[in-house]
């Protein structure tokens, strides 16, 4: 575990550091060259977004489509997106950032990195839960964190999170690594932050054989070759894309609540294309940008736009969970899962 955990500090520095922490003349044909350099700048919009990759690419396609304008995409982890905002933070890049971790976006926020929109359209139709009240980010999108199984090998399908403590599933299950996965850590800041017990349970799954097993693809993956029985903090549309696929798997929330994970859009402070960044959030937030979030299996910010071929968020019982601040708890919660797991 040694070297898990030496993987588990570099990332902590990569997802935190953010929270811790360019003459003109009077020439005529000089001037019009300027004048035609910024009309092509206004025109291209730089985007850094985390996945689903298909989502992204879609969205890129249709607001490119609509608005005529540009989009240089950068997609990535929200780990690696906030690595290279800090490398670029002196010549900044980025108009918009898209990441996968609310808690990471509020970080942003509280290190002066972002601009506020509070004017956005169908802001006011967005869950206030998931964005922030003066319009520095919008949580347009979320997933929902509960036990993928496979159906070929578990018998039942876990009813509780102690359940996975039970002999059946002695060393048939796995969670993604946190020190890899935004939502991993997610969940268990979210989950040990709601359940009094929740410190108590995840050493139960220690006990049991419980492994700690890549990304969420990785972890997910190991449950569709039926490797192990069951992924817990399983991402919700990834499970739910793979069953559409025709995997072997289903995703169960247990009755006493999850984390719901909510995905946030934010505008940098220093970006080039102010206008070209409000209109690519309003277009998330639009009608036509959350129907592209349900084709990913992922849930709206919009509860009144339907999800598809998934439980939609009132059908899933939830933990409630304070995500301002979180980032910076997320050090001691990371230092004390890796104690327990080393």
């Known amino acids: 575990m040694k070297k898990r955990s030496l993987k588990m500090i570099a990332t902590v520095g990569t997802l ?24 092509k700048e206004n025109k291209t919009l730089t985007v850094y977004s985390a996945g689903p990759d298909g989502l992204a690419a879609n969205v890129q396609q249709a607001f490119e489509e609509k608005t005529g304008m540009k989009v240089e995409m950068f997609q990535g982890t929200t780990g690696k997106i ?29 290190a002066d990195q972002l601009q506020s929109y509070k004017d956005a359209e169908n802001a ?26 496979n159906t070929k090998n578990a018998k039942t399908a876990p009813i509780e999170w102690s359940d996975l403590a039970k002999a059946e599933w002695k060393d ?73 696929d025709g995997e072997p798997v289903e995703i169960v929330y247990p009755k006493s609540g999850t984390v719901v994970s909510p995905r946030a859009v934010g505008i940098m402070k220093d970006a080039k294309n102010v206008d070209g960044a409000q209109a690519y959030v309003n277009f998330l937030l639009s009608d036509e ?34 995500w301002k601040g979180a980032e910076t708890k997320q050090i001691d919660i ?9």
């Open 124 to 149: 006011d139709k967005i869950n206030s839960d998931w964005s922030d009240a003066e319009g520095y980010y919008y949580g347009y999108s979320a997933s929902a964190l509960g036990v993928a199984y």
């Open 334 to 342: 990371l230092t004390k899962f890796n104690e327990i797991f080393q």
């Open 82 to 110: 906030l690595s290279r905002l800090e490398a670029e933070k002196t010549n900044p890049v980025a108009d918009v950032v898209v990441l996968a971790s609310v808690a990471s976006m509020d970080g942003m926020k509280e």
């Open 172 to 244: 048939k299950i796995n969670i993604p690594d946190p020190s890899l996965s935004g939502s991993a850590v997610d969940f268990i800041y979210g989950y040990t932050e709601a359940e009094k017990t929740g410190w108590d349970i995840i050493q139960s799954w220690k006990t049991n054989g419980l492994q700690v097993n890549g990304a969420n693809k990785e972890a997910l993956d190991s449950v569709i070759t039926g490797d192990k029985d069951a992924t817990i903090s399983g991402v919700d549309y990834m499970a739910y894309k793979a069953k559409a």
């Open 16 to 39: 935190l550091t953010l929270a811790l922490a360019g003459c003109g003349n009077n020439d005529t044909a000089a001037n019009d060259g300027e004048t035609s350099a910024q009309s």
């Open 289 to 322: 940008g959350q129907k592209l979030v349900t084709d990913a299996y992922l849930l709206p910010g919009n509860k009144e736009i339907p999800v598809k071929d998934r439980a939609a968020l009132d059908e899933i019982p939830q933990l409630t969970v304070n």
